[in-house]
């Protein structure tokens, strides 16, 4: 064995099946130098990967997971790993049926092969299954089973075997060394190794690890029980690992598969049973291995009836082996990749299952190498994602018992978290709620969806307020939305954007800073505003945000609640490192209110005053002329200090009008009762980010603008291109020249009555966009058309649907299809590229 | 016929016991538990005994009421009748346990009829004292066998084997007997599902029990230093040949 050596351009620590693959990727894409170590004996060193029940179901309903999972896949085929075997997910309530209806949506998305079953067409392929009890089946053939030790064994010794990676086995971390915010060095029981690069890959063991460094990584082992019974006589005659199709039974949230001659039983239906990383015995301690505690028989039992109620073979098999399996989550049940925030080059690879591995390895061994992972956009996944409130144990054990149990559960695309609420709250909380409000959580934030108080405005705008028939579509909605739209449009509403994020720069290096951040010419005047995306090395969105210019030197940031963790992290990661540009987070100092709709000027030239030249408190003319679209300026509301900022994101004239948090209220009211000859209302979020923004094609960061997308592909490029150097630029360049494969459409649904006669609202959770004939789009650069954002149009009677389309679909009036829950509907491209449905001039914004 | 099983509740560890600050336990905060291998056999004995014969195995053990678990286990692979003598603490010394045991068995006795066998593990899994079967059976007067590697049963006559340096020493005893049970005797099953289901559902009779504290004091546990593994790997595969070759060589194997 080599001698344990004290300099490495990359140490890895973790033997799993992240650090194996990591180390493997890393040494395809030329890393050299590299150390991977382990406190555990190889081939397992006893973490999670361990005693995984390594099966994939390929088919999830969230785009990042499911590409990882079948990257994942791709590689354990490639390495002869992967054992296809089929799945079957079983419904016992009928809820779950269309449930599978959804699943069979997404699974056509991401062209996996799939098909809905009858009882006794499951009972065909698990003759040993009591179908009295099963409703339906989902099968997909290409569910499999993998080894992943020696899927991680082959890709670390590959890495060796090209001489870029030395492994040590059995050596333990005791330590991170951090200089000037850097990491140093990695501390083990065998010696000190100098890095220029640290990952941490450790799994359950991941925070433990990085709070050496001095940073988080939030999750929390916890429990996954299992047990292996056996001997099975009709899985013995198999003769096969897996002989049989493994089977969720999903309403139980318990899976039996076929292990050789036994049946391991797993369950995802017992309480959260969380354990400190700092409490998993070491190897030395553990009976089995630190990360196979002993089974909580009670918890157990209620999953062995069910089991038994399936399966009844199952009864007299005999339980050979049953565990507490350890394994990771988070609070929002995503991985937890990138680098983190505290330490710079202190990377974590954690809070990863089997199933998306080596597909996540691979995307962040490109992260580390390209600046930006090309596999797919890993926002779901960002470590920088988390605000501070996210990252305490607190939080993380509140949400991980509120999701464990959704682990098989039915999880609807606007279903809100119920623990960890008022967690942040704006100002004008007190006025929402009095108003009736039904709250929504954005990260932390209460935002109001809608308003009870606007209810009578259903009645005004009867037609176009329709509730809809079936629950699933009115779930998490209300007819209260298209009320409120359609009243602001009419009139004025205000909308809390408290919180948004507000980073402030200043210093005399932030013009240069911000030009090399951002795509388009930030040199405006003081007193301008600029929109720009922010892009990768790839020229892909990175992020998308306005600024304003407040003072020469003095710029400021303004980005939404979902973003505002990672654009945090990537513009401080960034900064320069000579003191010239100073960054202050504002987001809680500022709240916001968005007023808007055609009497929204004349509500705010009644509320607004400033201080004129002779020192006298006058109004202050917020004409077009004097104040017009994307100006900022400082005026006095009441006596408060406010900034505003004439802006729209739902289409009308108005503004984002700022002020400290502390004169919230009074500003709140004064504009509520400037607007009450108007009759002004509070307008919810249902609005502001979905049917006024779809009414007029704006894009949002994580859905239409991703990593895989770029400008030219949004339609959100500007006729010139500024001559300062830019993050991306090259790409970007290089995309203009070329004619884009996808193209960012508006597209109406002309029929949305389904078979059953009930009208359906997609909910744009990535439904399919199909050609007529229900074929697939799948672009040159093999990404697939589906629904970004969808959302009714109130103002034009229709249902919207944002989807990138390949240039022969991207038509004006071409007519395609849409899948929703498994059903086919006609659908018809309104507008190619970014000019809106509603209002094509913008003529409402600048009158 | 009836058989009763004695059985102790005990830590299930790893390689390396760690101790409580006190040095009066094993830390058992993230340890399961268990019976020792010797009485799981002594139950899978009885209840092949009783599968062969008929009749009843009954599991009795004196120890913390979270020994209810270890007697459902043995009634989840076959046992029918439950017994626990509880007691405050994780274990009582060797006399006193004895001395409970035997008047617990003599009370079920009163009740249920004589036990044609009484079966014990040959020695508990913790602390090892080799005493309570043969204290036990001394009290109630009867005869018994340690290190038991066979036991049939036949017109009461109990036939037990056992294994020595010197060969295989068989013993005949009329029943009542007592036996302690040595692993290796035979293959315990595992519960099944149904068992484990099933065995949540049978009521386990409580017997109280008293006893003079007996001689044996725990002073301190201490763990012993830990060995150092003397492995030596001389490589992999055809390489490693020649080092094999010299090491045999050294160790005067070849001559």
Not at chain 1, 222 to 236: E, K
Request: aromatic share 8%; glycine share 8%; hydrophobic share 40%.
């Amino acid at each position: 064995m080599s001698e344990f050596p004290t300099k490495a351009k990359c140490v890895v620590i973790g033997a799993g099946i992240v650090g194996n693959c990591l180390v493997g990727h890393l040494a395809k894409l030329g890393w050299t130098d590299m150390v991977q170590i382990d406190k555990g004996p190889l081939p397992n060193p006893g973490g999670s990967t361990g005693h995984a029940s390594n099966f994939i179901f390929p088919t999830d309903h969230n785009k990042e997971m499911a590409l990882l999972t079948l990257a994942s896949q791709k590689q354990y085929i490639e390495m002869g790993m992967n054992n296809t075997c089929g799945g079957i997910e079983v419904a016992r309530n009928p809820e779950r049926l269309e449930e599978f209806n959804r699943r069979m949506t997404s699974a056509k998305s991401w062209g996996i092969d799939a098909k809905l079953l009858s009882p006794a067409e499951v009972k065909e392929l698990v003759p040993f299954i009591n179908e009295k009890i099963v409703l339906g089946g989902f099968y997909t053939p290409s569910v499999s089973c993998v080894d992943s030790l020696q899927t991680g064994t082959l890709m670390r010794e590959g890495a060796m075997k090209s001489g870029n990676l030395n492994v040590f086995a059995n050596t333990e971390v005791l330590d991170l060394e951090v200089e000037n915010g850097t990491i140093k060095a990695v501390v083990t029981n065998k010696g000190r190794i100098e890095a220029e690069y640290v990952v941490v890959a450790c799994g359950v063991w991941s925070p433990r690890i990085a709070k050496m460094a001095g940073a988080n990584i939030p999750l929390t082992p916890a429990v996954h029980q299992m047990a292996d019974v056996g001997p099975i006589d009709i899985l013995q005659k198999s003769n096969a690992e897996v002989a049989y199709p493994i089977v969720r039974d999903m309403d139980t949230f318990c899976y039996e598969r076929q292990t050789a001659g036994s049946m391991e039983v797993g369950s995802y239906a017992h309480r959260a049973i969380f354990m400190h990383p700092d409490d998993i015995p070491s190897n030395e301690a553990s009976a089995l291995s630190p990360t196979e505690l002993p089974l909580t028989q009670d918890d157990f039992d209620p999953q062995m009836e069910q089991a038994i109620e399936l399966m009844e073979m199952l009864g007299d098999a005999e339980i050979k082996y049953a565990i507490n399996g350890l394994l990771s989550l988070t609070p929002d049940a995503m991985p937890v990749l990138g680098e983190t925030v505290e330490v710079k080059n202190l990377w974590s690879a954690a809070a990863v299952w089997i199933k998306e591995g080596p597909g996540i390895a691979q995307l962040v061994a490109e992260w580390m190498t390209y600046g930006y992972p090309h596999l797919c956009d890993p926002h779901s996944s960002d470590i920088s994602r988390f605000y501070a409130h996210e990252k305490t144990d607190h939080h993380i054990y509140a949400r991980c018992d509120e999701h464990f149990n959704k682990t098989y559960g039915i999880v609807h695309p606007r279903e809100q978290w119920a623990t960890q609420r008022n967690m942040r709250r704006s100002p004008f909380y007190a006025r929402e709620e009095a108003a009736g409000a039904t709250f929504f959580d954005a990260r932390g934030w209460e935002r109001p969806q809608w308003f009870a108080s606007n209810e009578k405005l259903v009645k005004k705008f009867a037609s176009a307020c329709e509730p809809r028939a079936h629950e699933w579509d009115a779930r998490w909605w209300s007819p209260i939305t298209n009320a409120e739209h359609l009243q602001m449009r009419e009139s004025v509403g205000m909308v809390d954007l408290t919180a948004f994020n507000e980073f402030d720069f200043t210093g005399p290096g932030t013009m240069k800073f911000l030009q090399y951040m951002c795509v388009n010419n930030v040199d405006v005047e003081v007193g301008r505003s600029v929109y720009t995306p922010l892009l990768t090395p790839g020229g892909g969105f990175r992020g998308d945000l306005t600024i304003m210019r407040l003072a020469m030197d003095h710029f400021r940031v303004i980005t939404g609640a979902f973003d505002g963790g990672r654009d945090n992290y990537w513009f401080n990661r960034h900064m320069p490192q000579d003191g010239s540009v100073k960054f202050t987070d504002m987001s809680s100092s500022l709240c916001t209110i968005g007023v808007w709709g055609p009497n929204a000027e004349k509500t705010m030239a009644k509320a607004t005053q400033n201080i004129n030249a002779e020192g006298k408190l006058v109004p202050f003319d917020v004409s077009q002329k004097n104040f017009p679209y994307g100006s900022v300026r400082e005026v006095l509301i009441d006596g408060v200090p406010a900034t505003m900022f004439r802006i729209s994101y739902v289409g009308e004239n108005g503004w984002e009008v700022y002020t400290k948090m502390e004169h919230g209220l009074r500003m709140w009211d004064s504009i509520a009762k400037a607007g009450e000859e108007f009759e002004i209302i509070p307008v919810g979020m249902g609005v502001y980010a979905v049917t006024g923004r779809i009414e007029k094609g704006y894009r949002l960061m994580g859905a239409e603008l991703e990593s895989e997308y770029n400008p030219v592909e949004a339609g959100l490029n500007r006729a010139k291109v500024k001559t300062a150097d830019f993050i991306g630029k090259a790409e970007y360049l290089k995309a203009r020249e070329e004619k884009p494969c996808a193209v960012m459409c508006t597209l109406e649904m002309i029929d949305n009555t389904s078979k059953s006669g009930i009208k359906r609202f997609p909910t744009g959770g990535n439904e399919p966009i199909l050609t007529k004939t229900g074929e697939r789009i799948v672009d040159t650069k093999g990404r697939v058309s589906r629904v970004t954002t969808a959302g009714a149009a109130p103002s034009l009677g229709k249902y919207l649907l944002l989807a990138y389309l390949t240039p022969e679909h991207a038509v004006e009036g071409n007519e395609l299809r849409v899948m929703y829950m498994n059903e086919l509907f006609p659908v018809r491209v309104a507008r190619v590229g970014s000019q809106p449905v509603f209002d094509p001039t913008d003529a409402r914004m600048k009158s | 016929m009836n058989i009763l099983v004695c059985v102790k509740r005990v830590p299930a560890p790893g390689a390396r016991i760690n101790i409580t600050p006190d040095a009066q336990q094993v830390d058992t905060a993230f340890l399961g538990f268990t019976v020792s291998p010797h009485e799981e056999c002594a139950v899978e004995q009885a209840v092949q005994l009783i599968e062969k014969h008929g009749g009843d195995v009954t599991v009795l053990t004196l120890g913390p009421v979270e020994a209810e678990e270890q007697l459902r286990t043995a009634v989840s692979t076959g046992v029918a009748k439950a017994v626990l003598v509880p007691i405050d603490t994780q274990d009582w010394d060797p006399q006193r346990t004895a001395h409970a045991l035997a008047s617990v068995i003599a009370e079920l006795e009163v009740a249920n009829g004589k036990y044609d066998l009484i079966l014990f593990g040959n020695e508990s899994a913790d602390s090892c004292g080799y005493q309570v079967g043969i204290r036990t059976a001394l009290k109630l007067g009867r005869p018994i066998v340690n290190g038991a590697k066979g036991l049939e049963l036949e017109n009461g006559i109990a036939t037990v084997r056992r294994e020595s340096d010197a060969g295989v020493e068989i013993y005949k005893l009329k029943t009542p007997a007592c036996v302690g049970v040595k692993e290796g005797i035979n293959l315990p099953r595992y519960p099944t599902m149904k068992g484990r289901l099933a065995s949540k559902k049978v009521a386990i009779t409580q017997n109280a029990a008293t006893g003079n504290e007996g001689g044996l004091k725990l002073i301190t546990l201490r763990r012993p230093p830990e060995r150092a593994s003397n492995t030596k790997i001389l490589g992999t595969g055809p390489d490693a040949a020649s080092a094999v070759v010299d090491l045999l060589e050294e160790l005067g194997v070849f001559k």
